[in-house]
């Protein structure tokens, strides 16, 4: 998509260096536009841990690009195995809750682990990489057209005074958390292409302010209307009756529909139930871990630095700042995620289509994971 | 309550002058204690909306305050009546949602309108704004101990090897939002007293942060152990198991138990009556507007400056610096309350005790009420 009317995707082989990879260092916007080289896997495994790339989709394209580093950088003579058994520890250490790391270091692990020389192995990494970025891609359009057929019949059945459909986000699902169009934007960027009047209310997201900082910045980049607003706020919007549907991402969804998305997401999933308000999840398959049924019960929820609450980051006019929001000594915690049980959700929108949040649907719709 | 073991309440007449209020101008909280002096009734306007004093109960002292100082300045041959009128409309005109405010004022007005003399009308409205204040002391007190019958309840009920008391409160209803003890804070405040083991999770509530600024200020000066979250928390922790009730304030309380409280409150109830965690609301009759029955429908909202959502105070380590955390050109709004409905309320604690949150046992216990 665009920033400044220049076409980016958020990750990219160096054009006149192949054993560098570029990334968007999102932890600057929407202040600063900033492009990082990452040379190596400590890079890439810095680059996930603090955020420079966050979102699903786009972790697992990095944590891919990051075995693709290791093998280039390292020794012809090395133990390949013990290789790639390491890297992939550093990698998925760097983010519990999400499983696309897992999805994109899995995909490196089954093309490489029958080989043994160094080139070959280097190429069938690249490759893998490239495929699961382009894959995703792709993935990102299909949600695109299967979640516009939603917007489609929402907008049928608005007055005829009144055709602004009003879509409510939280944090950032968006292109920027992916390659390029987004999950949980990909329908909003289709509608606004062909024409519907779409405003998104963007929550702000904290405590890293994914949404105020990011959503907002590539829906303000691609000419998207659109307002941000407090996570405190959605609930009040439903209850009169200003939001026509929900679409948010998906950090991990269990094969019966459950979903770890970030925290926060299970309050707004509760007022669009208590309101009659759709409440959709944008879940490539890449998302889906066909092997845990509970989400409440199974999935570990990431508990990041306290930091992150007491002090939050801003432009003073000048520069970017640090400052503390709290009283110094007050201790604060972190959890950066939350499970919104399937039964609030009113579908999934897959690459292959949109299903409802159970067992029997999402494998209809993916029988390869049938039991 | 203390500060620096010292103790305060949130205002008072200036010891040695008797024309001028002192408050603690809190937006400076938790960073610096100021202690501002208030001389006019403009002064005293601004005071409420720029929130240098905030909190229902506190609004309805201040404004009664206001009340007495327009007639301390006021000249010996003024109109009374239009000057009490135009007093009355300038409070009135600061906060839209507060009951408290139309309660503090009437009560001046109740008992000066038939005077004539500048004196009489002075002592009469000191009087009143007096009684108004030692009256919240004393129904916040009161709050406490029916509040803390609930603790105890709650108590008796959790194992013996795990006796701590996980309260989860929403923006600041505390002390520092009335004049001493708070309303919600105040049966934490006294379970604490007793020995009882508390911890109280406190939500940021954004967009001012009175959780993360004030509510922890104040639980910290106070020695009560607390942890700050975001507001898109409360779900996950009730979820598992870690909050045992919910106190909340209200800044406006329908005859029928609907209460609008800060922006996310309802979002909080919505988790708690999912996860069967006990919701209570302090309630105290000041807050209590009795010519109302649809809380979401009535009660107009206060639409805040969208500047609140897009920017943020903090301490840098040297000063108080305001920061961006948006695009510059991405709009904001900023709503202050929302409304709960009385479905989600486990109970109202009012200064006469606990009652369920509808129009039978609210005018039960307050028979004065009855239509």
Redesign the interface.
């Given at each position: 998509m665009q920033i400044n009317g220049i076409p980016y995707r958020t990750i990219w082989l160096h054009p006149a260096q192949p054993n560098c990879v570029q990334i968007i260092d999102q932890r600057w916007l929407?202040?600063k536009l900033v492009i990082e080289d990452l040379n190596t896997l400590e890079d890439i495994a810095t680059a996930i841990r603090d955020m420079h790339v966050r979102g699903a989709p786009l972790i697992g394209s990095a944590a891919a690009y990051g075995m693709y580093l290791a093998l280039v950088n390292a020794d012809r003579q090395s133990d390949w195995k013990n290789l790639l058994d390491n890297s992939a520890m550093t990698l998925m250490a760097t983010r519990p809750t999400a499983v696309n790391l897992a999805f994109g270091i899995d995909k490196v692990m089954a093309v490489t682990g029958h080989l043994s020389e160094k080139e070959d192995l280097v190429k069938a990494a690249l490759k893998a990489a490239n495929q699961i970025t382009e894959e995703s891609v792709a993935h990102c359009y299909s949600i695109g057209t299967h979640g516009f057929v939603l917007i489609k019949d929402i907008l049928r059945k608005k007055p005829k005074d009144n055709q602004t459909i009003n879509i409510l986000t939280h944090c950032n699902a968006g292109w920027l958390a992916c390659i390029d169009y987004g999950t949980a934007t990909s329908p909003i960027y289709l509608a606004h292409e062909q024409g519907v009047d779409v405003h998104v209310w963007?929550d702000?997201?904290?405590?890293r302010?994914q949404g105020?900082?990011i959503t907002?910045?590539e829906?303000?980049q691609h000419g998207i209307p659109?307002?941000?607003?407090?996570?405190?706020?959605?609930?009040?919007?439903m209850?009169?009756g200003l939001v026509d549907m929900i679409i948010v991402g998906t950090d991990r969804t269990t094969r019966t529909g459950d979903v770890a998305n970030?925290?926060?997401t299970?309050?707004?999933a509760?007022?669009a139930y208590?309101n009659g308000v759709p409440f959709y999840v944008a879940a490539p398959s890449s998302s889906i871990d066909w092997n845990i049924r509970d989400g409440?019960a199974e999935i570990a929820?990431e508990e990041r630095n306290a930091e992150e609450?007491?002090?939050?980051?801003?432009?003073?006019?000048k520069e970017i700042?640090?400052?503390?929001?709290?009283?110094q000594?007050?201790?604060?915690?972190?959890?950066a995620?939350?499970?919104t049980p399937a039964r609030l959700i009113s579908g999934l929108i897959t690459e292959r289509g949109i299903c409802e949040a159970n067992e029997l649907d999402l494998t209809a719709m993916f029988p390869e994971f049938r039991e």
């Open positions: 929407p202040h963007v702000e997201t904290r405590p302010n105020a900082r907002a910045y829906l303000l659109h307002t941000i607003i407090t996570d405190n706020t959605g609930g009040h919007l209850q009169h970030k925290i926060g299970y309050l707004k509760l007022a208590d409440v929820i609450v007491k002090m939050i980051q801003g432009w003073d006019g700042k640090q400052v503390l929001l709290t009283p000594d007050s201790p604060a915690i972190n959890y995620f939350d499970v």
